[in-house]
C-alpha cells in the first residue's frame, strides 16, 4: 500500500473510532485548533476558496515537485476539514494529488454530515486542491 | 390551547433528527405546515380541481368559489376589500409586482427617491435597486440604531419634497423589533410620500389591519403562516392600484385584447395573469382561521411571552454574547433572536445544534446590510412559533452553551 493510501486509511480509521457525530465534530475543532498558524498579510482574496459559507484561505507551496499546504478558516470545524484534507496530501507531489480520487472523503461520511451548504464549500476545497496539483504537474 | 394539542395540528413536530426529537427554531424561514391546511389542498386537488373563472362548467365554478373565496378571507383578516388583495407567489414577488407596476405606473419619476429601512431583508431591497436603476431613482437608507431601533427622527429628516415611496418591515427577520408602523406612515404621508410594508415576519405574531395602519401597500407570504409555499399575499390601496400599470401580461388579467391595443382588466386581477396557484390559495383559508385563533389564545399568548423573557435574560448571561434587536420593553419585539458570540463562529455553532437536533438558521439571513452595519459576516437565529415550548427554549440555550465549550 502507497504512503498515501496509508494516510487516508488511518483517517478512515480515526473516524470510526467515533459512533457520534458530535465526537467526530469534536475531533475536527482539535484538528482545526492543531492548525499551523496562517499570516494575516496572507489572507487575500486571491487565496480565498470559492463556494464556501465561511471564509477559507489556502496558501500552496511548491518545492520539488512537492506541493506544502497552508490553510486557514474563520469557523473552526471548516478549518478541521481543511486540516484534514493538509494532513493527507501535503508534501506528496503533484502528479500523485491530481491523479487521487478523494473518495476517503466519502468514507469517512464526511460529505453527507454537513449541510449542503458545508458540503459544496468542502467541494470546493477539493477542487482547489486539485485544480493546484494539476497546474503543477 | 395547550401546547400539546396545538403540536397535535403539526404532524411534523413528531419527527426525530439522529435520533433526537426535533427542536425547530427556523420558523422565520418556514413554519411547519398546519394538518387542516394540507387537508384543504388536497380536498381542493382531488375533489374541486378545475381552472377559474374561465369556464361555466360547475367544477370551474366550485374552483373559482374556493379561490375568490379565499381572496374575502384575506381582505376580511386584513380588514380591507376583496379587490385590495393580489395573489401573487410569495412576499418577494409581492414586491417585485410592486416596484414594476409602480415604475410604469408614471407615480414614479426620474430623479425622485426611494426610502428603504437598513433592516430590510433583501427582498425588499433589491427590487427597488432593479426599479432605480431601470427608472434613475435615488435610494435613500434608513438606518437602525445601536439596538436595531428604527431611527424616526432621521426619516422625519430624509423625507423631502422627491421622496415618492418608504420601505420597511413591520417586523426585522433579523432583529425581530416591531416597527411602529402607524406612526412611520402619519410621517410619511405628511410629506407626500407612500408606505409599502413588508409584513412576512410580522404576519404570525401580530395581528394585522390593514386600515388600522394606515399603510398603502402590505406584502406577506403564506409559507410563513402554517399555510403552503408559493402562495404570497399583495394588499394595495384600491385606489393606488387602480393607477399601477400591469406586470405580467397573459390570460385573466384583460378586459380586451385586440392587434389594435388591449386593455386591462380592473384591480386584483390585473395583476393576476395565467392560470393560478388555484391549490394552495384556497390552503391559505384553515391557515388564517388557525392564526387568528393563536393570536387570540391567551394560554398559547402566555406561552410565548414567557420564552421571551426566559430567552431575554438567558441570552444576555451568556459571556460574549451580542443580541441583535434589543427591546426597550418586551412587547416591542417577537419571539426571533439573532445574536453572535465572540470567537465563534456562528457556522460551527449551526452544526453542532443540529447534531443535537436544535433547527437554527446562521450566516447573512438575507440581510447583507445589517450585517455589515454591526460588522459581522453573520448572526445565528432563532425563531419560535406558538408550537415551540418553554422546554424547547431551555433545551436550545443549554445546547448552546454546550456548543460554544465545544467551540471555545
Ligand atoms: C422580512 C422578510 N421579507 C421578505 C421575505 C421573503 O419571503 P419569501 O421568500 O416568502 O418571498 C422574508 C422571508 O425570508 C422575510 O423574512
Not at chain 1, 471564509?55 to 497552508?70: A, I, M, N, P
Not at chain 2, 439596538?147 to 420597511?168: E, F, I, Q, W, Y
Not at chain 2, 437554527?360 to 453573520?378: H, I, K, N, W
Amino acid at each position: 500500500m502507497s504512503d498515501l493510501e496509508q494516510a487516508k486509511r488511518a483517517v478512515v480509521e480515526e473516524f470510526a473510532m467515533f459512533d457520534e457525530w458530535l465526537d467526530k465534530y469534536e475531533y475536527l475543532i482539535e484538528l482545526g485548533k492543531q492548525l499551523e498558524e496562517f499570516p494575516v498579510e496572507h489572507k487575500t482574496d486571491d487565496r480565498l476558496i470559492k463556494g464556501c459559507q465561511s471564509r477559507v484561505w489556502l496558501d500552496t507551496t511548491v518545492r520539488d515537485g512537492k506541493l506544502y499546504f497552508k490553510a486557514d478558516s474563520d469557523a473552526i470545524i471548516t478549518k478541521g476539514i481543511i486540516s484534514l484534507l493538509i494532513g493527507v496530501y501535503n508534501g506528496r507531489s503533484a502528479a500523485e494529488i491530481a491523479a487521487d480520487d478523494f473518495s476517503f472523503v466519502d468514507a469517512i461520511g464526511l460529505r453527507e454530515n454537513l449541510s449542503p451548504t458545508r458540503a459544496g464549500g468542502l467541494a470546493s476545497m477539493i477542487a482547489t486542491i486539485r485544480r493546484e496539483a494539476e497546474a503543477n504537474v | 390551547m395547550t401546547i400539546e394539542q396545538i403540536r397535535s395540528k403539526f404532524p411534523q413536530l413528531q419527527e426525530t433528527v439522529y435520533g433526537k426529537p426535533l427542536v425547530y427554531l427556523d420558523n422565520a424561514a418556514t413554519t411547519m405546515r398546519l394538518d387542516a391546511s394540507v387537508a384543504k389542498w388536497n380536498e381542493v386537488s382531488l375533489h374541486t380541481n378545475a381552472n377559474l373563472h374561465r369556464a361555466v362548467h360547475r367544477m370551474a365554478n366550485l374552483a373559482t368559489e374556493e379561490y375568490e373565496g379565499a381572496r374575502k378571507a384575506v381582505a376580511d383578516y386584513l380588514g380591507a376589500d376583496s379587490r385590495e388583495i393580489v395573489f401573487t407567489s410569495g412576499t418577494t414577488a409581492s414586491l417585485n409586482l410592486l416596484a414594476f407596476s409602480l415604475g410604469e405606473s408614471g407615480l414614479l419619476k426620474e430623479g425622485d427617491e426611494i426610502i428603504i429601512a437598513e433592516s430590510e431583508h433583501h427582498s425588499d431591497i433589491v427590487p427597488w435597486q432593479l426599479l432605480a436603476g431601470r427608472k434613475g431613482l435615488n435610494i435613500k437608507v434608513l438606518p437602525v440604531d445601536e439596538n436595531g431601533k428604527t431611527d424616526l427622527s432621521a426619516l422625519k429628516r430624509m423625507l423631502s419634497s422627491r421622496t415618492r415611496l418608504c420601505c420597511v418591515a413591520q417586523v426585522s427577520n433579523v432583529l425581530g423589533l416591531v416597527n411602529p408602523v402607524k406612526e412611520i406612515a402619519s410621517i410619511c404621508h405628511a410629506a407626500g410620500c407612500l408606505l409599502c410594508v413588508d409584513g412576512a415576519q410580522a404576519v404570525a405574531h401580530l395581528r394585522v389591519d390593514v386600515r388600522e395602519l394606515d399603510c398603502d401597500f402590505y406584502a406577506f407570504s403564506a409559507h410563513k403562516i402554517y399555510a403552503t409555499p408559493g402562495v404570497g399575499v399583495l394588499y394595495g390601496r384600491f385606489s393606488l392600484l387602480q393607477q399601477l400599470a400591469p406586470w405580467q401580461g397573459g390570460g385573466e388579467m384583460i378586459e380586451t385584447v385586440k392587434w389594435g391595443g388591449t386593455t386591462f382588466a380592473q384591480p386584483p386581477h390585473r395583476f393576476e395573469a395565467g392560470t393560478q396557484n388555484i391549490s394552495g390559495v384556497p390552503a391559505l383559508v384553515p391557515a388564517l382561521e388557525f392564526l387568528k385563533e393563536t393570536l387570540a389564545d391567551k394560554e398559547l399568548l402566555e406561552n410565548q411571552e414567557n420564552i421571551k423573557a426566559f430567552l431575554l435574560d438567558e441570552l444576555q448571561q451568556i459571556p460574549g454574547l451580542r443580541l441583535y434587536g434589543v427591546p426597550e420593553d418586551p412587547s416591542e419585539k417577537v419571539s426571533l433572536f439573532s445574536f453572535s458570540i465572540d470567537g465563534v463562529h456562528h457556522e460551527d455553532l449551526a452544526l453542532i445544534l443540529d447534531k443535537m437536533g436544535v433547527a437554527v438558521r446562521s450566516g447573512q439571513m438575507c440581510a447583507e446590510p445589517l450585517m455589515d452595519r454591526f460588522g459581522v459576516t453573520g448572526m445565528l437565529r432563532a425563531s419560535f412559533a406558538p408550537y415551540n415550548s418553554l422546554q424547547e427554549a431551555q433545551y436550545f440555550t443549554d445546547s448552546l452553551k454546550k456548543a460554544i465549550t465545544m467551540l471555545k
